[in-house]
Structures are given as C-alpha cells and as structure tokens.
C-alpha cells in the first residue's frame, strides 16, 4: 500500500517539474498582460450634489395656524431625499436626453434605445448616496475623460432642470386649485349673504336663544368639517394614487364626520332628547328658520378664510426661487483611469498559473508514477486501445 505523501515529496515532485510550472506562470501572466494592453482604459469623473434641505411649504405653515379646522387640510408635497434624487436620475427622461446630447447610440454602435437605456444605467451611470453626509455622487465612466467630466456635469444639469420644473409645476397646480375653491367659496358666501339679508327683512328677526345658537353653531361647524375634508381629498386625489395611505386616511375620517354630522342632525329633528333638544323644538318656525341661514353663512365664512389663506400661502410658494438641487463638486476630467486594474489583473493571472502549474505537475507525476507500475500500465494500454477502436469507429 502507498505511503501518504509528505511535504517534501510535494517539493520534490514541484522541483522536478518547475519548468512546466514556470511554462503555465508565463503563459498566464504574458496573456494578462497582453489582455490588459489590448482592453480600453475607462475613465471616472465624479460630480457630488446636495439634496435640498427638508422643510415644509409656505401653505403647510399656515395651515398649522388654523387649529383644528385648518389641520383637516392635506398639502401635497414633501421633502427630497437623495434616494429620490437618485429615481429621477436613472429616469428614461434624463437618460434619453443625455443619450440625444452626446449622440451615444452613434458612439456605442448601439441600434436600440431601449439597450443604450439600459446600458447608461448599468455601466455609464453610477449614483451613490452618502448616509452620513446625504450628498449624492454622480459618477459617469467613459473611455474619454473630457466626455466621462461633460456627461457627469449633463447629468447635473438635467436633474437640476427636472427637479425645478416638477416644484415649479406643483406650486402652480396647487395655486389654481385653492384659486378655483377660493372663488367658489366666496360666490357661495354672498348668496348665503344675500339670503340672510332678504329673510331679516322680511321677518325682522336677529337674535336666538344661546341654547339653540350653541346647538346650531355646533351643525355648522361640523358640516364645515366635512367640506375641508372633502377638499383635503380632492386636493390628495389631484397628485396620489388610490393606495396612497394619506389619502385613504383622509376618507376614512371623512366618513367619521359624515356619521357625526347625521347624528347631530338627527338629533335637531326628534322630539326626544335633552334640554337643549327641547330648547330648539319649541324654538319658533321664524327663529329656527333665521338659525338656519346665519348657520349657512358662517359655514360660507369659515371655508372662503381657510381657501383665501391657502390660495396666498401657495401664491407665495410659486414666486419663491428655491435652489433645488446644489452642486458642492463639479466634474472634472480625470487624469488617471479607473479601470483596468493592470498590475492587480497580472497579479491574478500569475497566482492562477502558479496554482494550475502545480496541479497540472502533480497530475503528471501521478501518470507518471502509474506507467512505472506494471499492472497500472496495462490498464492504461487497455484504455488508449479503447478509445483508439472508438475512433476508428467513427
């Protein structure tokens, strides 16, 4: 039985096949080398951003100065983060721009869009955001560095552009939509108005008793509630999707105020109930009537406050000039290229000859060895004729 091999025989056996082995070191190396002389340098240029601040609107401050009633209001729009950025970057707006302006298709001898598309943000593109910092890098690797520095700065520019016009546009949008509830809201006061001038004039009737004022104003304000919250979801259904989660929250607490307002009205209409009921039964058809049309103007009053503040609060939102996306570091061309990695490809490939010499010397000292012994050598010859008739088979 063979003995195991030792360490030394491992040497020995290297030794004696060191030629072989330096064979496969420079047949691996040289071929790197030449792989590596042959490949096209590929350059990085780096232009880093920063995200604009997060903070609220001009419309969502006020709103907070509303109270309760105000607070049933939902602004759309939010902050920017760098991960957005990256989204709208990597977008088959930016993308194609960038690919028409530098005529890429032509540079690649790429002929489909929609491969280039993939191409620039697979292999050109690289968008990475900093955790710590939150400043986004925009990286473009090019086989020109001046082209790999103009393509980063592009980028920039087109994001910059895309992010202005898509505040730019929801500012606007949310201008006419407060504009639009503004004028409602007031062509809805004056006929309440106007309807409470003619019934005082004809009845001359201008006061109620506290109890039933209370019971009214109570009515009014709720049903106002239930107009906020309306538009609060018109408002959300302007720029969210059915799923959004702020706007099913808003219609599910709009069918809240619906049953209130039902039960409060229900309450105004049964004969049984509390003092306070009672107090508005046995108020006079006059009186009551009177109520009713003072409630109506100041539901019409509350809500052309809430939309004339809106509307002003987003009118300042549009005239605002926000920086939306700062640039800390422009591009600029490299004048070292990123990749290929030459000494560390030649490093590699040497390591990997070295191994594969080794094994290839190992499993030549092993049929070695099998011709040497008479009953493994007759195996081999019964082997090398049997493929050899195969062959003349075919």
Not at 118 to 143: K, N, Q
Request: charged share 25%; hydrophobic share 45%.
């Amino acid at each position: 039985m063979k003995q195991e091999m030792s360490l030394v025989d491992f040497f020995m056996i290297f030794f004696k096949k060191r030629r072989l082995i330096a064979t496969f070191i420079i047949i691996w190396s040289g071929g790197s080398l030449l792989y590596t002389s042959f490949i096209p340098k590929i350059y990085k240029a780096d232009c880093r951003v920063l995200p604009p601040s997060q903070g609220g609107s001009m419309a969502a401050a006020m709103l907070s100065q509303l109270g309760g009633l105000g607070g049933l209001v939902g602004l759309p729009g939010g902050s920017t983060t760098g991960e957005l950025l990256i989204g709208v970057l990597r977008g088959q707006t930016i993308v194609d721009k960038i690919i028409d302006r530098f005529d890429l298709m032509t540079l690649y001898e790429e002929e489909y869009r929609l491969k280039m598309r993939d191409r620039v943000t697979t292999d050109i593109l690289h968008a990475t955001e900093d955790v710590r910092s939150g400043i986004v890098t925009v990286a473009v690797l090019d086989e020109d560095p001046e082209r790999a520095a103009a393509m980063a700065n592009a980028f920039v520019d087109e994001l910059k552009n895309a992010m202005q016009s898509l505040a730019i546009g929801e500012a606007a949008q949310r201008r006419l939509f407060f504009e639009r509830q503004m004028l409602q809201s007031r062509k809805v006061l004056d006929e309440a108005e106007d309807e409470l001038q003619r019934y005082q004039e004809k009845s001359g009737l201008v006061a109620m008793e506290p109890q039933v004022t209370a019971m009214v104003t109570s009515i009014a304000t709720m049903r106002a509630q239930v107009a906020v919250k309306e538009v609060e979801i018109s408002s959300l259904r302007t720029y969210a999707g059915g799923g959004n989660p702020n706007l099913r929250r808003a219609e599910s607490e709009l069918a809240a105020l619906r049953v209130e307002l039902e039960k409060l009205e229900q309450e105004q209409k049964t004969s049984d109930g509390s003092a306070l009921m009672t107090s508005l039964r046995d108020a006079p058809q006059l009186g009551l009537e009177y109520q009713r049309k003072m409630r109506d103007v100041k539901y019409a009053t509350a809500m052309y406050e809430l939309m004339l503040k809106q509307f002003e609060a987003a009118k300042i939102d549009e005239s605002r000039e926000a920086m939306v996306v700062q640039v800390v570091d422009p591009a600029t061309p490299p004048d070292y290229k990123f990749k290929p990695k030459r000494a560390l490809i030649v490093v590699f490939a040497t390591l990997l000859g070295l191994c594969l010499g080794m094994l290839w010397a190992l499993f030549a000292d092993y049929v070695e060895a099998m011709k040497k012994d008479p009953e493994q050598a007759q195996v081999i010859k019964e082997i090398k004729a049997a493929f050899s008739f195969r062959k003349r088979q075919c």
